[in-house]
């Protein structure tokens, strides 16, 4: 074949390719993303609407079914679905696997914006948005200090927010729990009946006194002035000092009406960080970001928090997914890195030579290496399925260049020069190993295509599989002809050991040439009894599937991640003080500060 003479022939230009693919290749491994799962689509369109203080029945009725009347009307719904809680309308729309995500959230968007005018006043915007697999928070921090809760839901607010959402592809940064300032006005209902007022009154009279709006502009002589309403409340005192007009015809201030107090929204969620009260933060990436890159980018922002702060503010990290990534990925080369090793081993007990094993073990990493350059190009993500598909082909890496190898050292001892026998050994099996290379991309082609989504987790492993296993083949056409021609000869692939090496040698051969003598025996008594045979391998047949039912099937295998989550669920009607309670008895339990009865 032109290209294994051409690998012997000009060792220098295979050389330079070789070390080419493994420069590119660790560029664009370190350029690569790193992400748990591979990027998902799954055709759902979520609509959550807030409505602060309505109950089931009310946001159901004036909320949901308003939405889902709208949106049903869009092409393409599978099923479509609403929950109604407190506060809460969240609306579900899946589509057909084939709809396109992207047109199908801006068609519900639309149509959306049409109905939001018959939602009632006080519910906040309705909010669109695509279902991504991978939207889940990667940082949940807890900020603390030695200060009421107010003044830290207000520090964490106002700057370490806006701080961390500077953070190249942070998507958006959750604040939870907290005592966030509120202006109470506490109304007597006695003196409003005897004013002949209503609450609604005393709505209406805050709210036409609480804006601020644009005036046009002025112009005078050669200068041009902007003219701005402003009628926001500066303090309480405002706030007390506002006239209602009453039904006669008169005013009179708020305050002699209600009671005007700064404090803060009812607290219905609390977040505890090693047994403190704090407030907590949720970090979630923008869709197609780099976890890892986004974490690192957020812990360098925390330095420098830590710096302007207060002394006594502390921001801890409580969980995260980068190290369980970065962990995930590690294992995955620790694995090839042992993968490697054991191939050696196992090249030098049957070829007698570290020079081959030199040979072998440097063709794998370069051909990892190349398949980064694929993966990159194709943009796939280092994650859990694209790491398995390369885990697996590991064997196909080494598998060619040891066929290859292994007749080359047979011309070797058959008497050929160094440059024949790697181009003669080489071209001889080039048939098979590629015939047994090709079934492999036969295999794994089909996956990388595969329907549904299902096929969406499956396509990164199927192409990574692919790209493995053809760098596979070219390394070993090029790569290991040519280092074989320059490295081996019938002199360094005999063994020529002493003392327990040699004597090891022997053994393994001998005990090798038993081995293959009991195969070959046995061999021929299943020829002769082709019935038994038959008969066993059905019977195998029969119990494989007879197993197979004891074998569990799930959508994602369960995976340590060295922490577990504990959720309390109370009664129905459970007010939140009692909720709090029995989550802070949990902890104490946990942290072994009490024990259950």
């Given at each position: 074949m032109k290209i294994i003479e051409t690998s012997v022939s000009k060792p220098v230009l295979v050389t330079m390719i070789i070390l080419a693919m493994a420069g590119i290749g660790a560029f664009c491994y370190m350029q690569s993303a790193r992400e748990l799962f591979p990027d998902i689509e799954i055709p759902v369109v979520t609509v959550t609407t807030y409505y602060e203080g309505a109950g089931p029945d009310e946001v159901e009725q004036l909320i949901s079914k308003e939405l889902e009347d709208e949106i049903s009307t869009v092409e393409?719904?599978?099923?479509?679905k609403s929950i109604s809680q407190q506060g809460l309308s969240l609306v579900m729309a899946e589509f057909y696997l084939e709809t396109d995500v992207d047109v199908a959230t801006a068609d519900v968007r639309a149509k959306v914006n049409l109905v939001r005018a018959q939602l009632p006043e006080e519910a906040d915007d309705p909010i669109v948005m695509k279902f991504d697999f991978n939207a889940q928070p990667i940082m949940q921090l807890s900020v603390s200090a030695a200060r009421s809760l107010r003044e830290v839901f207000q520090m964490a607010d106002k700057r370490i927010k806006d701080r961390i959402s500077t953070v190249p592809d942070v998507a958006s940064v959750t604040i939870i729990g907290g005592e966030e300032r509120e202006i109470h006005i506490l109304t007597d209902q006695q003196r409003l009946r005897s004013e002949g007022l209503s609450i609604t009154?005393?709505?209406?009279?805050?709210?036409?006194?609480?804006i601020e709006s644009p005036g046009g502009h002025i112009s005078q002589n050669s200068r041009e002035y902007n003219i701005r309403l402003r009628g926001k409340f500066a303090n309480l005192d405002e706030i007390r000092n506002l006239r209602v007009m009453t039904p006669g015809g008169r005013s009179i201030y708020l305050r002699d009406i209600a009671e005007v107090?700064?404090?803060?929204?009812?607290?219905?969620?609390?977040?505890r960080a090693d047994g403190k009260v704090c407030v907590g933060m949720s970090v979630q990436k923008r869709a197609g970001?780099?976890?890892i890159a986004v974490d690192t980018a957020v812990r360098k922002q925390l330095k420098k928090l830590e710096k302007i702060l207060p002394d006594d503010y502390e921001i801890l990290i409580q969980d995260e997914q980068a190290t369980w990534i970065t962990s995930s990925i590690r294992n995955v080369f620790e694995n090839m890195g042992i993968g490697i090793v054991l191939t050696a081993?196992?090249?030098?007990?049957?070829?007698?030579?570290f020079r081959a094993v030199f040979i072998i073990s440097l063709t794998m990493p370069i051909s990892v290496a190349a398949t980064f350059i694929l993966m990159y190009l194709m943009g796939i993500t280092m994650?859990?399925?694209?790491?398995?598909g390369l885990a697996m082909t590991i064997g196909v890496l080494v598998n060619n260049a040891i066929l290859v190898l292994e007749n080359i050292v047979r011309y070797l001892h058959l008497g050929h020069s160094s440059g024949k026998a790697a181009v003669e050994g080489t071209s001889e099996i080039a048939v098979a190993v590629a015939s047994t290379t090709l079934t492999n991309v036969v295999v794994f082609v089909p996956i990388a295509f595969m329907g549904g989504i299902v096929g969406q987790f499956f396509k990164d492993f199927g192409l990574t599989a692919v790209f493995a296993t053809i760098v596979s083949l070219f390394v070993s056409f090029t790569l290991a002809p040519m280092l074989a021609s320059k490295l081996l000869s019938k002199e360094n692939t005999e063994f020529t050991g002493s003392g327990f090496f040699q004597h090891f040698d022997r053994a393994f051969d001998l005990g090798f040439q038993h081995l293959r003598t009991g195969y070959i025996h046995c061999l021929n008594w299943f020829l002769r009894h082709r019935a038994i045979s038959v008969v066993l391998v059905i019977l195998l047949l029969f119990g494989s599937f007879r197993l197979a039912g004891?074998?569990?099937?799930?959508?994602?295998?369960?995976?340590?991640?060295?922490?577990?989550?504990i959720t309390l669920e109370m009664p129905v009607g459970s007010r939140f003080e009692e909720t709090d309670r029995a989550t802070s008895l949990a902890e104490s339990v946990l942290?072994?500060?009490?024990?259950l009865p």
């Open positions: 393409g719904i599978k099923h479509l009154d005393v709505v209406a009279a805050v709210a036409a006194a609480n107090k700064d404090t803060f929204k009812e607290i219905r969620e609390r977040v970001g780099n976890s081993v196992a090249l030098f007990l049957f070829l007698h030579s994650n859990m399925m694209s790491l398995m004891f074998i569990g099937s799930e959508f994602i295998t369960n995976m340590d991640q060295g922490k577990f989550v942290t072994g500060e009490n024990v």
